[in-house]
């Protein structure tokens, strides 16, 4: 270690130009490798990773660790270290940010595959496709980071539960079930790091946030930087984090970002009880997985939280686990915290151990050689295969909510009018947020010309304007056409980060359009476009509207896939991944009520489709297809099943609830005269337990691929002591004696019944604050 600083000092010429550059090639460089006996452990491969981040930062100086607890990390000049940018971004693809750096167009580098916004993805129900599209997201963040153009921690997924149609990021995330988004978070994350923590390297580092209680932007003067949520013990393990249990425990995870917002009267980003005692220590985040602040949160404790002054906010959240600010907080103030005694050098200093010791096994120091991932360069990006896994995930998510047999169109249909404000959308526009450049991009009016339809194309309106001097020209169009395509819903301007919404209703401009095409007595499919849903009541019932589709922001080919719907040259098998409340639903509940159950001193009818003691106008999972499917069982399930038993079969698994209860192989037949795929959910009803019990929980799901006419396929059905557990007031989840129901799809189109006996047990032990 004596022979560091010097080393590093002859060094600091040597460091690559960049943000984003890989290590020095200290390790291999002839003309510094003789500072370095052969042991040295920054430089070998084989040390511990911890080990050979620690011999690093102990040669820095205070004052340079806490500068370099920030996501624009400046290095060590003076030993040679190279800055640092902790903070890009791949949502749904290497996204624009402050880490990633996008060529110029025609340039090597000017764009990524842009996949469909996560709520789209959600909608697809299929797990290994999913896991494909995080994979092609990593291998082209790698070939950015190869060519100094992105880092290599990604602060992504976005995987907080969307419980309220309001919230303008509900678009970044997979949906409403807490099973569903702990199912696709690990999919995703281990796709985007190579498996589970894969040995030796790291593909890239992903970062699943936001911890916890985070689905408020600025709703009615609540603002998503001071809100406190007050959350039950019970709410918090059953519904706001298990999805981080799987990210971190089960997915392992490289980093997790604290939230904006404050739980029970403390901000995430201070609290010992969310950082140390659920994700540390029960999660287990491991010593070089490190937790940042969402940016500037840090500051956040202190203003507007106002819970404690500047110069403490960083120390109380450096104690409570908070490694990396993405603010400027620590670096203005954690020396500071550090000389005045309110936290620990050492605390301060492991740190930046955890976030170099994620850089170690990410590579970062090693020579490239013997390292595929940095093989990887302009010619792995945006591949033939990459385009195909984009148009699959967005033809998958499209769901179909009404049709009285005009879907799929005629052959007889030559001539459509499209109009709507969605018809000829922008590129932006179809990528949502934290989105990169596509390269290139397909909109339905483009998509319709390309399938050889006359194509009578009128905007009409926008999305929400008081302008109808377009309406006039959209009944002309769809007056010469054979049938109507009507492309609307929201956008960006509507729902977004920062931006939720008052209401739920479709704009009024459009449906009052929608209502004049309807009496042109033409063939009329509505496409409804956005992240969050609207109530589309009218529409349900408004028999003028034959056919009524749903679509996330599709991204690069969006047009190809609502058309693909459209002809049949794709049969649509999407679900929709949450609810479809009607628009009284936001004068029922206020967004800051974090509870889920239903309330009568409130008035609140309950969150989610668990919940939801309401009528929705299209309950989470619904689904129509082109086809018709029966159901039944495979083999025949047990009917009982022993408590005790179950337990003494789990005594080898690590984790209780992750121990199967059983499989269930359900029989899946096309009984129609199109080929197409089917979603499975299977959902569980039971009493036993904690009373109020919900109506239903989702416990499986699997996509079957291409079931042909006539045919049947087999689906297993994996479900798990935890699935099957209930919560009690504590956050424990326990096995109850009882009657439990299971049935598949949200019509219970099959059912069955068995029962859990002896005596009930308690299979996790939720940490309970202090």
């Not at 589970?196 to 009615?220: M, Q, R, T």
């Not at 013990?233 to 904006?260: H, I, N, W």
């Not at 949160?297 to 939280?305: G, I, K, L």
């Not at 169009?477 to 739920?504: C, F, H, K, N, P």
């Amino acid at each position: 270690m004596t022979v560091l600083p010097r080393v590093f000092a002859l060094l600091s010429a040597l460091v690559f130009e960049g943000t984003y550059a890989l290590f020095p090639p200290l390790c291999t460089d002839p003309t510094v490798i003789s500072y370095f006996p052969n042991d040295a452990l920054l430089c070998n491969t084989s040390a511990n990773f911890i080990d050979r981040a620690k011999v690093l930062v102990d040669s820095f100086a205070l004052s340079d660790v806490v500068v370099n607890l920030y996501t624009s990390a400046p290095g060590v000049e003076l030993q040679g270290v190279p800055p640092y940018r902790w903070w890009s971004e791949a949502l749904h693809g290497v996204a624009i940010s402050p880490g990633t750096n996008f060529a110029p167009p025609g340039e090597d580098f000017s764009s990524a595959t842009s996949f469909p916004e996560p709520i789209a993805l959600g909608a697809t129900f299929d797990d290994p496709l999913i896991h494909s599209v995080a994979t092609v997201i990593s291998t082209e963040a790698r070939a950015f980071n190869n060519a100094d153009r992105a880092g290599l921690s990604f602060f992504t997924p976005n995987i907080n539960p969307f419980k309220d149609p309001r919230w303008g990021r509900g678009q970044e995330t997979p949906g409403e079930d807490p099973y569903h988004i702990s199912q696709y978070v690990y999919q995703y994350v281990t796709g985007l790091q190579g498996g589970v923590g894969p040995d030796p390297y790291f593909k890239v580092i992903a970062d699943c946030k936001h911890f916890a209680g985070y689905d408020l932007e600025n709703w009615n003067g609540n603002n998503r930087m001071a809100f406190n949520a007050i959350i039950s013990t019970q709410d918090l393990a059953e519904y706001y984090t298990p999805s981080f249990k799987s990210c971190v425990r089960d997915a392992k995870v490289g980093s997790v970002m604290c939230s904006y917002n404050a739980v029970n009267g403390v901000p995430s980003c201070a609290s010992r009880y969310l950082l140390q005692d659920v994700i540390r220590d029960f999660f287990k985040l491991g010593d070089d997985q490190w937790i940042t602040s969402d940016c500037d949160a840090v500051y956040n404790v202190f203003n507007p939280h106002n819970y404690t002054s500047l110069v403490n906010a960083s120390a109380v959240s450096m104690e409570a686990g908070t490694d990396l600010d993405c603010g400027t907080t620590y670096a203005g103030t954690l020396y500071a915290s550090v000389t005045q005694g309110l936290v620990s050098e050492d605390l301060v200093r492991q740190a930046l151990i955890r976030l170099y010791g994620s850089l170690v096994r990410l590579g970062w120091f090693d020579p490239p050689e013997n390292q595929p991932y940095r093989q990887l360069s302009w010619s792995d990006v945006n591949t033939p295969s990459a385009q195909n896994i984009a148009y699959t995930a967005a033809v998958e998510s499209i769901v179909l909510l009404k049709n009285d047999g005009t879907l799929p169109l005629s052959k007889s249909v030559k001539t459509i009018a499209l109009i709507g404000p969605w018809a000829n959308a922008t590129a932006e526009a179809a990528r949502g947020n934290y989105a990169g450049v596509a390269p290139f991009y397909i909109s339905p009016l483009a998509a319709l010309q390309s399938a050889g339809f006359n194509v009578n194309f009128v905007n009409g309106t926008g999305i929400d304007s008081n302008d109808t001097s377009g309406f006039a020209a959209a009944v002309t169009a769809a007056a010469d056409a054979d049938a109507i395509v009507y492309a609307g819903g929201i956008d960006q301007t509507i729902e977004a980060e920062g931006l939720d919404r008052m209401s739920i209703t479709w704009p009024g401009n459009q449906l009052d359009l929608i209502t004049q095409l309807a009496a042109q007595h033409k063939p009329l499919v509505v496409l409804q476009v956005s992240g969050g849903q609207v109530d589309s009541s009218s529409l349900k019932s408004n028999q003028g509207v034959n056919a009524l589709l749903w679509a996330g922001y599709l991204s690069q080919s969006f047009g190809t896939a609502v058309v693909d719907i459209l002809t049949g040259k794709v049969a649509p098998a999407g679900r929709l991944p949450v609810t479809q409340y009607p628009a009284d639903y936001v004068n029922q509940i206020p967004m800051t009520d974090m509870t889920l159950r239903p309330n009568s001193s409130t008035g609140s009818p309950g969150r989610t489709y668990k919940w939801y003691t309401g009528t929705p106008v299209f309950p989470f999972g619904f689904g129509l297809h082109y086809t018709n499917f029966s159901l039944s069982w495979a083999a025949t399930p047990k009917a009982s099943y022993s408590i005790q038993d179950l337990l003494s079969a789990a005594e080898n698994v690590e984790f209780t609830d992750l121990a199967p209860l059983d499989t269930f192989h359900l029989s899946v037949k096309n009984t129609g005269h199109v080929a197409s795929d089917y979603v499975a959910l299977l959902f569980k009803n039971s009493t036993a337990g904690p009373a109020p019990a919900p109506l239903k929980e989702l416990v499986s799901y699997a996509r079957a691929h291409s079931v042909a006419a006539g045919k049947a396929t087999t689906l297993a059905l994996n479900v798990t002591l935890g699935s099957v557990a209930r919560v009690n007031e504590n956050g424990d989840y326990a096995l109850f004696p009882g009657t439990y129901d299971l049935s598949v799809d949200t019509a219970g189109l099959l059912k069955y019944t068995f029962e859990l006996t002896g005596q009930s047990a308690i299979i996790t032990s939720w940490p309970q604050p202090s």
